[in-house]
């Protein structure tokens, strides 16, 4: 069974401070990891993608990934009230169908 | 990236009817589709894999029978909710795997939902 584990927070944190978002997986043979925001009532958004170790970085967001201890995790710099949402962790074994397990999210509020 | 248009966005039905979602890929062709729902303040729970031309893979726990998906061709794919009751109600959600040029990867792109409710 693969699962994917993450605090639900919910997450507060003030405006313009880093906000960190963490998430395990126990699947080993996992290829691909993504972090997804989900406004309420809207559909999830990719944010970013990560398929190696280490850290990636897209403008205000950082994907950090250690497949060692089967762990990824989101930065937020310089958070901003627009940020605030849920965050779904997901990943995918790269076996050809693309079926994503996905986590049960991290509510984060920026709060003003 | 690439766009995925999902039809309609909300639906109301009495209980007992049958409701139609669509999901249709604008710009590139999408050999699986895959359809999820997802109750209040739950995580997206994949429902089936759909396969162009041929029958969707449900995952276990799924009524084949009640939520019948027809993909027949490589930019639309239909999830019919049959016989509709309250319990049904919730926010669908489909999803096609396509190639993200600025990304340089293929990525799983979401259509915009469907919010089912039934009375």
């Known amino acids: 069974q693969k699962e994917v584990e993450q605090n639900s927070g919910p997450l507060s944190v003030p405006e313009g401070a880093i906000a960190s978002l963490n998430c395990t997986y126990s699947?080993?043979?996992?290829?691909?990891f993504f972090w997804y925001r989900q406004y309420s009532g809207k559909s999830p958004e990719l944010i970013m993608s990560?398929?190696?170790?280490g850290d990636k970085e897209d403008g205000r967001f950082t994907a950090q990934l250690n497949k060692a201890s089967q762990y990824v995790s989101l930065l937020i710099r310089d958070s901003q009230p627009s940020d605030s949402a849920t965050y779904l962790c997901?990943?995918?074994?790269?076996?050809?169908?693309?079926?994503?397990?996905f986590g049960k999210g991290t509510k984060l509020s920026v709060i003003p | 990236g690439a766009v995925v248009s999902q039809h309609p966005s909300r639906v109301i039905c009495k209980s007992g009817t049958s409701v139609k979602i669509e999901c249709r890929s604008l710009?590139?062709?999408?050999?699986?589709m895959f359809w999820y729902r997802q109750f209040p303040k739950k995580s997206l729970m994949l429902m089936a894999t759909?396969?162009?031309?041929?029958?969707?893979?449900?995952e276990q726990g799924v009524e084949k029978d009640k939520f019948l998906i027809n993909h027949a061709s490589l930019t639309l794919s239909t999830l019919t909710v049959t016989s509709a009751h309250p319990e049904d109600s919730s926010f669908y959600i489909c999803?096609?795997?396509?190639?993200?040029?600025?990304?340089?990867?293929?990525?799983?792109?979401f259509g915009q939902g469907t919010r089912l409710t039934v009375v």
């Open positions: 999803s096609a795997r396509g190639f993200d040029a600025g990304q340089g990867n293929t990525e799983a792109f």
């Open positions: 699947d080993r043979v996992s290829q691909s």
């Open positions: 990560i398929y190696s170790n």
């Open positions: 997901a990943f995918h074994s790269g076996a050809g169908s693309y079926q994503l397990t």
């Open positions: 710009d590139f062709q999408a050999t699986t």
């Open positions: 759909s396969n162009e031309g041929s029958k969707a893979t449900y």
